[in-house]
Structure formats: structure tokens, C-alpha cells
């Protein structure tokens, strides 16, 4: 990014170069001030964060979670763009402070001029384009803030997940159910982000990068209204709920001819690798296995050394909220060990089935409910015959493919 920055000034020599480094250098500066807002007011409420990565279109900060509280996701949502807004009036501040009255008269100008959609006059103009177009102080300072008031409005923009999305779901989240808010603030933002789509494509010539921002716009709200509807659904339930209940366990020291014929009696796509005193220390993938056996790995080669340890974030417990459990799960990590408050392996709790294994279990447990509820007399009368939840709803089927 820098080296093509500097190669298309390059036609302006060294100082040029320079200065065209300088000013993305700052813009950068701006986009991580932007991030570290977001960070420091989600610190605030608990929430840490994972990373910040700067990209060609702008940075993200990753956190651990988003408040779920509306208000404390309004308060991190707002604080990115606030330190924006904060850049921006130490910059006109500074400007009034040190600028001549020539350079405050022409900024005078191009202000009223933008306002009012007229074209500046000839002495503006000039001087406008002396100080943008040089390198100099003063257009390095109106640079960054015409680009830290264009972060302003654009990440204000209501296209969730960006921040202006999320202000707007959370306003929604006061009034509505987490789950129906976030649903319409995604549909909203995919609405935003076609519209994005639609002018940038119609321009002349087409604006390449805004198409890129609203197509990674609509994929990210999507994925995480998604994310936020497996959440939801799994609400109050514990791992015990939705585990597929299994000792089935590889020792460390299997070698690899008898690690295939544990998976031929027990088809899952990873299982657990236990050490001697039966604690688990990660999960053997099938892929991984397959590997080791088509590259032709010595048949002696063990367990351990096949064992996945680098994604592998520990067990869940049997009585661990499911929500929780969850995010220990990857696109890597699709099974996770579940294990008593011992650390021995009670189940597997499987990432792709679970959502489903969830919803039977609650099924269960309303079935258990009505079968409580029913009369001698029902029996006698062989109501029993029709179990009362079975047969009469299988269209709810339908959405387990979520979690894939
Ligand atoms: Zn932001």
C-alpha cells in the first residue's frame, strides 16, 4: 500500500513521495485513534478486545463479544466515530489558531461554496489548490480533516454491522427483542449496502472500492444477524442439552492403524484425544487422519502427534450456559469435548447437529411436560397412542441448516 502510494507520486520527487506517505501515514493514524475508541468503551463494560487490523478499506476492531445491554453497545458503537469528531475540532481549532487571514478567508469560501453548492471563486480557488495541492502544514491538517469527517459520515451510515448499524440496533434492541432488532438492522444495512452498490457501479468511471466496502458490508451484517439468531435460539439451555453423550476417547500413544478403526465404529469428524489419566488434551480430526495416511505416515506415527492443539481452546463443562460453550468453536473447531467438573469426557458437543440436538431437547422437555398433565382417563381412552409433538411438526426441520 505504501510502496504503490509512493510509486504514483513518485512523479513529484522526493518531497512528493514523502509527503504522500505522510498522508497516508496519518489517515491510517486517524482509522486506529477511530478503533481504539470502540476498544476503550467497550474495556469499560468488561468487554476486551481481540485485535485491530487496518485494511486498504479502513481498520476493524475484533471484540470478544458485543454488549448485549442497548445502551452499552450505543455507548462503543458511537465512541469510534466520537474520537473522529474530536480530531476534527482540535484540527479547526488549531487551524484558527495558526492559520494567516488569507488561508481563513479562502477556507471561508470553500466552506460556503460546499454548503451552498456554488462554485468557488478564482481567488478561493487558487488559493485552495496551493495549499492542498503542495505539500505544506496546513493542507496536511485539512486533509485529515476532510478525511476524518468522511469516516464521521460514512460509519454513521445505518448499514449495520458499521457503527452507524449498530447505534441503529441497538435504538431498536430498547424497543424490540434482540433477536427481531438485529434482524432489522441487518435487512436495513443490506439495504444500505445495495444502494452503496448500485451508485458506485453506475458511476463513470466505476468506483471499484465502494462496491468491495458494500459487498463486505452486506456479507458481515448477514453473518452476524445469523450469528446472533443461533445465540438466541440456544438461550438458557446448558451443553449437557445439546452434547451427543459419549465416552469414546483416543489414548495419546494410538497409533495410527488402530486410530482408523476406532472412527469406523464411531463415524464423527473429530474426537478427543485423552492423555494417561483420561484428561482430554484436543481433538483428532478425521481430515487429519486422512492426511497422515495418504501422505503415507508411518503406521507407528501416535495420536499425539496428530492431535490438534493449535485451535483447540479446552472443554466445555456439562453445565456450562450452551451461548458459552459455543464460542470456543471455529471454522476449524466444529466438535468440542464436554467433560464433568472432574475434566472426564461426558459427550461431544457437535457445532453442526447441536442447534437441532438443542431443539429436541426442549422438546423433550415439553413433552415430558404434557405427558405429566395427562389423565387416567386419557389413557384409557388411548390418547396415548398419538405421541402429542412427533408428528404434527415437521416443517420445523427446516432451519438447523443455519450453523453451517
Ligand atoms: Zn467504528
Keep these: 500500500m505504501i510502496a504503490y502510494i509512493a510509486l504514483s507520486a513518485s512523479g513529484d520527487g522526493i518531497v512528493g513521495i514523502l509527503y504522500s506517505v505522510a498522508q497516508l501515514l496519518g489517515v491510517y493514524f486517524c482509522v486506529t485513534l477511530h478503533e481504539y475508541g470502540h476498544v476503550l468503551a467497550a474495556r469499560r463494560f468488561g468487554i476486551g478486545a481481540v485485535d485491530i487490523t487496518l485494511l486498504p478499506i479502513g481498520g476493524v476492531a475484533r471484540l470478544k463479544s458485543m454488549p448485549r445491554i442497548p445502551w452499552q453497545e450505543l455507548v462503543v458503537a458511537v465512541a469510534g466515530p466520537a474520537v473522529n469528531v474530536v480530531i476534527v475540532t482540535l484540527l479547526l481549532c488549531g487551524f484558527l489558531a495558526f492559520s494567516n487571514e488569507a488561508l481563513l478567508y479562502a477556507f471561508k469560501g470553500a466552506l460556503t461554496s460546499a454548503i451552498s453548492g456554488q462554485g468557488m471563486d478564482e481567488q478561493t480557488l487558487r488559493t485552495m489548490e496551493t495549499v492542498l495541492m503542495r505539500p505544506s502544514l496546513t493542507g496536511y491538517a485539512m486533509m485529515l480533516v476532510g478525511v476524518n469527517s468522511m469516516l464521521v459520515l460514512f460509519n454513521m451510515l445505518p448499514a449495520f454491522p458499521m457503527d452507524g448499524g449498530r447505534v441503529f440496533r441497538s435504538l431498536l434492541a430498547m424497543f424490540l427483542s434482540y433477536r427481531r432488532a438485529t434482524w432489522i438492522a441487518s435487512r436495513a444495512g443490506l439495504l444500505c449496502a445495495a444502494g452503496m452498490a448500485f451508485f458506485a457501479l453506475n458511476s463513470t468511471p466505476i468506483l471499484w472500492i465502494p462496491v468491495l466496502i458494500a459487498v463486505f458490508i452486506g456479507y458481515a451484517g448477514l453473518a452476524e444477524a445469523k450469528q446472533v439468531d443461533t445465540m438466541e435460539s440456544v438461550r ?139 389423565e387416567p382417563e386419557d389413557l384409557i381412552n388411548g390418547k396415548m397412542l398419538t405421541p402429542p409433538n412427533l408428528p404434527e411438526r415437521p416443517n420445523d426441520f427446516s432451519h438447523f441448516d443455519q450453523t453451517n
Design 236 to 374: 438458557g439451555l446448558t451443553v449437557r442439552q445439546a452434547m451427543i453423550p459419549t465416552n469414546v476417547s483416543i489414548p495419546m500413544d494410538t497409533p495410527l492403524a488402530q486410530i482408523f478403526r476406532v472412527w469406523q465404529s464411531h463415524p464423527m469428524h473429530a474426537l478427543p484425544v485423552v492423555n494417561d489419566h483420561g484428561l482430554v488434551v484436543g481433538m483428532l480430526h478425521l481430515r487429519d487422519v486422512k492426511l497422515a495416511i495418504t501422505t503415507k505416515q508411518d503406521v507407528l506415527t501416535t495420536a499425539s502427534e496428530l492431535v490438534d492443539r493449535k485451535h483447540y481452546l479446552g472443554p466445555a463443562r456439562i453445565d456450562e450456559p450452551l451461548e458459552n460453550a459455543i464460542q470456543r468453536g471455529s471454522r476449524q473447531v466444529r466438535q468440542i469435548p464436554v467433560v464433568d467438573p472432574g475434566g472426564f469426557l461426558m459427550g461431544i458437543l457437535d457445532l453442526d447437529s447441536m442447534l437441532m440436538r438443542a431443539e429436541l431437547a426442549t422438546d423433550d422437555l415439553l413433552r415430558r411436560d404434557s405427558e405429566a398433565s395427562i
